[in-house]
T-cell receptor, first 112, second 114 residues
Framework: GAGVSQSPSNKVTEKGKDVELRCDPI?????LYWYRQRLGQGLEFLIY????????KSGLPSDRFSAERTGESVSTLTIQRTQQEDSAVYLC??????????FGPGTRLTVL | GDSVTQMEGPVTLSEEAFLTINCTYT??????LFWYVQYPGEGLQLLLK?????DKGSNKGFEATYRKETTSFHLEKGSVQVSDSAVYFC?????????????FGTGTRLTIIP
């Protein structure tokens, strides 16, 4: 079946602008995760949604970052007033009832 | 908190060489352990996993054994190929079933020379 999809694949924006990144998880997956991968570094957890429970936002680096999820489907990660240090690849993953997470191809964000 | 430490890269080997990429972890309880691989231009893929002590995960000729006594999960392959060139990430999940965020190491870039 279809894997995790993300859009856009690339986003270039100017400092101070807001951006929205979208994730479509695998159908039926109850859990959805956002991670950030800065150049040359490992993945950094941002936020986690599990069904109808309150999301785990413990990884969000500042209040400029927020995310929403509609039921058990699409999620949107929003970054307000982007800064150059926000430049990274943003990865989304989803999982079902096991601990295996399936990753999307990522959105490469460049803040000029 | 939980953490994963893996071998600094880059690692360059000749084809058919033996590969080891070290990974150690710090976590409470009994985490699940994973190796993910990121091939050039592609997304992150699960390579193998182990969910309890002494379990061995294996896939595509790669193996890793969950060693609780040494808190390690080293990745090995007996004979590498050019197609194994990629970035490898060790990761842990703090519970051994269900859904939890992953903690990743910094990644090890592997290049195999023909």
């Amino acid at each position: 079946g279809a894997g995790v999809s993300q859009s856009p694949s690339n986003k270039v924006t100017e400092k101070g602008k807001d951006v929205e990144l979208r994730c479509d998880p695998i159908s039926g997956h109850t859990a959805l995760y956002w991670y950030r991968q800065r150049l040359g570094q490992g993945l950094e957890f941002l936020i986690y949604f599990q069904g109808n429970s309150a999301p785990d936002k413990s990884g969000l680096p500042s209040d400029r970052f927020s995310a929403e999820r509609t039921g058990e489907s699409v999620s949107t990660l929003t970054i307000q007033r982007t800064q150059q240090e926000d430049s990274a690849v943003y990865l989304c993953a989803s999982s079902a009832y096991t601990d295996t997470q399936y990753f999307g191809p990522g959105t490469r964000l460049t803040v000029l | 908190g939980d953490s994963v430490t893996q071998m600094e890269g880059p690692v360059t080997l000749s084809e058919e060489a033996f590969l080891t990429i070290n990974c150690t972890y710090t976590a409470t309880g009994y985490p699940s352990l994973f190796w993910y691989v990121q091939y050039p231009g592609e997304g992150l893929q699960l390579l193998l996993k182990a969910t309890k002590a002494d379990d061995k995960g294996s896939n595509k000729g790669f193996e890793a054994t969950y060693r609780k006594e040494t808190t390690s999960f080293h990745l090995e392959k007996g004979s590498v190929q050019v197609s194994d060139s990629a970035v490898y990430f060790c990761a842990l999940s703090p519970v051994n079933f269900g859904n939890e965020k992953l903690t990743f190491g910094t990644g090890t870039r592997l290049t195999i020379i023909p």
